[in-house]
């Protein structure tokens, strides 16, 4: 897949206010793609000083670039009210941590929607099983997708 075709994910899926879940999935895949994700795991270190070794220059040369790359990224992807709420940030992980406590508890009342869902869905009599067993497929990925760890012995017997 090439780089721009990833890019159009972020484009066409700009966080807003009810797609979070989406946004970072998407936000990740882009990033573990281009070798940038770390930037969301680490803060940069200090500026390494004038007797560093090359490899350490370089290490926080590289970090440093990661992390404009990925704040760059970040801000795009985001709608203009986000983006200007975030435009004074200079660590992308201190982005993703502001954006992930605005949203993230968003992400739990959808789970619990969707296991409630899925809990309470029962295969109509008369109607094709596979209707029921993509119903429930689909509940369990987007519980999947929100959060939930469901093993796969589990979905078996929720779906059969």
Known sequence: MAQGSLCSILNQNKLTRDNFADWKRNL??????????????KYCPPIPKENASYEESMAFDNLVNSNEITRCYMMASMNSVL????????NAKD???????????????????????????????GT?????????????????????????????????
């Open 28 to 41: 990740l895949i882009v990033l573990s793609f281009e070798k940038h994700k770390y930037v969301l795991e």
């Open 83 to 90: 983006q200007k709420q975030h435009e004074g940030y200079l």
């Open 128 to 160: 094709p099983i596979k209707d029921h067993m993509l119903t429930v497929i689909g509940y369990l990925a987007e519980a999947q997708s929100h959060g939930s760890k469901i093993d796969a012995n589990t979905q078996m017997e929720m779906i059969f």
């Open 95 to 125: 982005i993703m941590h502001n954006v992930d406590d605005m949203f993230g508890g968003q992400s739990v009342l959808v789970r619990q929607a969707v296991v409630r869902n899925l809990m309470n869905c029962k295969h109509k009599h």
